[in-house]
């Protein structure tokens, strides 16, 4: 079973910046569309940011322009650099993919979670 490690996450200042990291606990074949999604305390859990296997990006409105998530194929990760953080920012965050291949022999599976990771933005 495939597993999603997610590293990164702490407390940071209001106007500060993290770095979260997300990969596949073993070798993957192929990966679709990975992305970043957070949970505050009481509210659902929202869409932070997506990037296909091509390296379009889509950002939630709220983070536009200060949150840039990037991949690299290589090592099928994910990367979320966040910037100029603020309060309303915290929450845990949690790395997803859509679908992946284990390899080519394999079939895609579908709907990847990690565990997740908390990003607290405090003065």
């Known amino acids: 079973q495939v597993q999603l490690v997610e590293s990164g996450g702490g407390l940071v200042q209001p106007g500060g910046s993290l770095r979260l990291s997300c990969a596949p606990s073993?070798?993957?074949?192929?990966?679709?569309?990975m992305g970043w999604f957070r949970q505050a305390p009481g509210k659902q859990r929202e869409l932070v940011a997506t990037i296909t296997s091509g390296g379009t990006t889509n950002y939630a409105d709220s983070v536009k322009g200060r949150f840039t998530i990037s991949r690299d194929n290589a090592k099928n990760s994910v990367y979320l650099q966040m910037n100029s953080l603020k309060p309303e920012d915290t929450a845990v965050y949690y790395c997803h993919v859509d679908r992946l291949r284990v390899s080519v022999r394999t079939s895609y599976e579908y709907d990847f979670w990690g565990q997740g990771t908390q990003v607290t933005v405090s003065s």
């Open positions: 073993r070798s993957i074949f192929a990966i679709n569309t």
